[in-house]
């Protein structure tokens, strides 16, 4: 069974960082592109970061470039976020999804997400 | 980036009617498009994916049609578990891949 768990959301400051993290398992973690999306209210659902599962290319969406960095731990199954000069629009749940191939966007599972606030 | 516009914006059904939802994407998309279901306080599902193509366990009664800009999801026959929020999703253009507002289907 497909398990994917985010942990690492918090309350932070604006200007402040923040690492999630997505602790995955059931599948073989290295051979799969992964994804952080986030969802507001304001905003609905907005992808954010993939990493492929072959050589570990990047891809971002303009709204986080330069300032967040998605990583993968295929040593522990782990997928990472590494978030910095957070600003009040970062604000959201974060997802991290399972693409259904090596780089690929379809997501066919998700896990239930962690909540990053910002405010000073 | 490409821009998916859903509608209606919600929709008020019986169960065991029929549903359509739409999505137009600003420019075409071909046929990378996916459908999500959301219900609340859960992660977003796949549905639909290459616009048409069931995702493991989805039952029957939900189809996907369109190319180019317009796509449609279709539920057969409403169920209970049915009631949530659907999003599309194209994946032809990017980054970024982009979702659409949502549609709201919810019992009348």
């Known amino acids: 069974e497909v398990q994917l768990m985010e942990s690492g959301g918090n309350l932070v400051q604006p200007g402040g960082s923040l690492r999630l993290s997505c602790a995955a398992s059931?599948?073989?973690?290295?051979?799969?592109?992964m994804s952080w999306v986030r969802q507001t209210p304001g905003k609905g659902l907005e992808w954010v970061s993939l990493?492929?599962?072959?050589?570990?290319?990047?891809y971002y969406a303009d709204s986080v470039k330069g300032r967040f960095t998605i990583s993968r731990d295929n040593s522990i199954n782990t997928l990472y976020l590494h978030m910095r000069s957070l600003r009040d629009d970062d604000a959201a749940m974060y997802f991290c999804?399972?693409?259904?191939?090596?780089?690929?966007?379809?997501?066919?599972?998700w896990g239930q997400g962690t909540v990053v606030s910002v405010s000073s | 980036d490409t821009v998916l516009t859903q509608s209606p914006a919600t929709l008020s059904m019986s169960p065991g009617e029929r549903a359509t939802l739409s999505c137009r994407a600003s420019?075409?998309?071909?046929?990378?498009l996916a459908w999500y279901q959301q219900k609340p306080g859960q992660a977003p599902r796949l549905l639909i994916y290459?616009?048409?193509t069931r995702a493991t366990d989805v039952p029957a009664r939900f189809s996907g049609s369109g190319s180019g800009t317009d796509f449609t999801l279709t539920i057969s026959s409403l169920q209970s578990e049915d009631f949530a929020v659907y999003y599309c999703?194209?994946?032809?253009?990017?980054?970024?891949?982009?979702f659409g507002p949502g549609t709201t289907v919810d019992i009348k």
């Open positions: 999804a399972k693409g259904m191939s090596t780089l690929h966007l379809v997501h066919d599972f």
């Open positions: 059931g599948f073989t973690f290295s051979l799969y592109a």
């Open positions: 990493i492929s599962g072959s050589d570990g290319s990047t």
């Open positions: 420019q075409s998309v071909g046929s990378s």
């Open positions: 290459d616009t048409s």
């Open positions: 999703q194209q994946y032809n253009q990017w980054p970024p891949a982009t």
